[in-house]
């Protein structure tokens, strides 16, 4: 076994920045969007200071502006958007109520119909809608069963991802691996040309997600089984010689230390006045105070006030307080959120929509408690804030269908659009798969359609964008192109075939896979599909293979984000909600990415007779 040569200066430059990306892409302390835009800068100021020539063409930094114009991210983008308008219009309502429906005559046949129909939808829509349609659903069924909600929300998250790999379409990755392969002189694979095997290979994990994951997973307590109402209204009665005397609302909030939160003002015998920052508080009034029995008391104690429940019942130690009418619910900040990236004092929440946030989860954990330490918190895509409010507000919340809110009933969002929305998306699906025109034409056109009809606005369709996505997509671009274009792609496939010389065709494209599949959970499922297609194919050609097979084998690899929850959005999603813990991954996505390579590394190579 003897190993390749190195390639030329700027092919060893290009090598080691994706060694310098891989690293930036797992880092903690740099958000993705971050290390991808660094990337791509050190891509254009070293190809534009240095530029390379080869076979008489010149390779400069403004080459690599291509990826923001490349159909495959183009294409990605649009489904996003149109993906968004069947969130938004509630499109898979009448699906999700059929589902809830099932759930009271049999559980257990209704999680397996649940992960069958959730990968069926996958290979066609984005899994996002899909996670976000079932989410509040599922919840709501472990509630009313009496069953622990983290035994049937990490199976459903993963068979959306599972049902993704089926299709062209399925998600941004297959997009990106086809369109590359494309690029470089592979026929286009059809959006079905893959899809016996992806079914295959779904058939088996479905079980396990059925059978065997939910006994994987401990009971984990969701956030919303953790709480009971636990933030009640007071009166905090104003005397004489209280320090709220004469004071405005502004000043007495300040003395609390900030985090007072005032409902109404009482005066006389039942004159209610609203709580103008300005308003002068006198002697008799009463103040309403939304919070905890401990922070009520200290409100007493530190404003000289005496506090009475809204029975006008003094309050000590032995007179409990009430929260009637009072109910929980998780909000999930999920992408397009009016949340996202946002803080709650940015937003108001609490004053737009008369909900008090008793604490914020993150990564599993309970992160925030205090409302003072949650104020300031920039919030992203997944986190969980547990709020307490009236039936009236958390149901208008909803029907609002800008962010996902989880509770123990089954109402979702619907509205008049619905219908017109899953039309426009069949539309996009059926134009592209009978080869009328490509994804990217139909998935724009759909953009269109949506705003046009008033399934979204632009507003909407903005937010549907993620820039995380789009970064990482264009950089990754970049890097597959300079691999590509000064040999580096050439030399890491002679170093792998170094590596496996003398194993069989089999075990090279299982090997193959298995390096895609432990990328995409560490980096990222686009970069590991961009990197490892010219890869493929170069190695198919050397072995004198079909290079379909390889191709796949990337595809299918870059898909297996199963490990680890950041491998993937929706892990995120389905991390916080269902109170999982990073290890929860591993013990059910690790077996999981064994199974389907041993199911792949089986089937390729018959179906493509070797």
Not at 371 to 382: A, E, F, I, P, Y
Request: negative net charge; contains cysteine; hydrophobic residues 50%.
């Amino acid at each position: 076994m003897s190993f390749p040569p190195l390639p030329d200066p700027h092919g060893i430059a290009v090598l080691a920045l994706v060694g310098l990306a891989l690293v930036l892409f797992t880092s903690k302390h740099l958000k993705l969007e971050t290390s991808s835009l660094m990337v791509l800068v050190i891509l254009l100021i070293g190809f534009e200071l240095f530029p390379y020539e080869a076979n008489g063409e010149q390779l400069r930094g403004d080459d690599f502006f291509s990826g923001f114009g490349h159909e495959a991210l183009i294409a990605v983008c649009a489904l996003m958007i149109v993906g968004n308008g069947l969130v938004r219009t509630g499109a898979l309502e009448p699906l999700g109520r059929l589902l809830a429906t099932l759930w009271k005559y049999s559980p257990s046949l209704s999680l397996l119909l649940t992960l069958v129909i959730s990968g069926l939808l996958s290979a066609f829509v984005n899994n996002v809608p899909i996670v976000v349609l079932l989410l509040p659903i599922l919840v709501s069924v472990a509630h009313r069963t009496s069953q622990k909600a983290s035994g049937l929300l990490m199976p459903m998250g993963f068979a959306t991802i599972v049902g993704g790999m089926s299709t062209t379409i399925g998600t941004s990755t297959n997009l990106l691996v086809v369109t590359i392969a494309s690029d470089l002189g592979m026929e286009r694979f059809g959006m079905f040309d893959f899809f016996l095997p992806a079914v295959i290979a779904a058939s088996v994990a479905v079980i396990y997600l059925w059978l065997v994951a939910p006994r994987l997973l401990g009971d984990r307590d969701t956030p919303l089984g953790n709480f009971s109402p636990r933030v009640f209204v007071g009166h905090l009665h104003v005397e004489e010689e209280s320090f709220a005397n004469g004071k405005t609302v502004t000043e007495v909030i300040e003395k609390s230390g900030g985090n007072m939160t005032v409902a109404q003002i009482f005066r006389g015998e039942d004159r209610r006045i609203v709580p103008l920052p300005d308003m002068i508080l006198k002697e008799g009034d009463r103040i309403a105070v939304r919070d905890t029995p401990e922070n009520l008391k200290e409100y007493e104690e530190t404003l000289g006030t005496k506090l009475y429940n809204e029975d006008n019942v003094r309050l000590d130690e032995d007179i409990e307080l009430r929260a009637e009418g009072q109910q929980i619910a998780e909000i999930v900040v999920t992408q397009g959120s009016p949340l996202q990236g946002r803080t709650l004092s940015n937003t108001r929440f609490d004053e737009t929509h008369h909900l008090v946030v008793l604490a914020l989860h993150r990564e599993g954990q309970v992160k925030y408690i205090s409302q003072k330490d949650m104020s300031n918190v920039v919030l992203r895509t997944g986190d969980v804030l547990l709020v307490q409010g009236t039936e009236e507000n958390i149901t208008e919340l909803k029907k609002a269908a800008e962010v996902l809110v989880l509770d123990a009933t089954e109402d979702l969002p619907h509205t008049k659009k619905a219908p017109v929305a899953l039309s426009i998306m069949a539309g996009v699906v059926l134009v592209a798969a009978v080869g009328i025109v490509p994804i990217t034409i139909s998935a724009v056109c759909g953009v269109l359609l949506m705003v046009m009809t008033g399934c979204l606005n632009w507003r909407d369709a903005a937010g549907s964008l993620n820039a995380q996505v789009i970064l990482i997509v264009t950089a990754s671009l970049a890097l597959g192109s300079s691999l590509l274009q000064t040999g580096g792609a050439d030399y890491l496939a002679e170093v792998f075939l170094a590596l496996t010389y003398g194993a069989s065709p089999a075990f090279v494209l299982a090997g193959l896979m298995i390096v895609m599949a432990v990328l995409t959970n560490i980096v990222s499922n686009n970069a590991a599909a961009v990197i490892g297609t010219p890869i493929a194919i170069t190695i198919a050609n050397r072995l004198g293979l079909p290079p379909e097979a390889f191709v796949l084998a990337v595809l299918f690899g870059a898909n297996m984000s199963y490990a680890t929850p950041m491998a993937y959005k929706t892990n995120l999603l389905v991390m916080n909600a269902g109170g999982y813990h990073f290890i929860d991954f591993t013990k059910v996505g690790v077996p999981l990415i064994v199974l389907l390579l041993a199911v792949f590394s089986f089937i390729l190579p018959m179906i493509y007779g070797f």
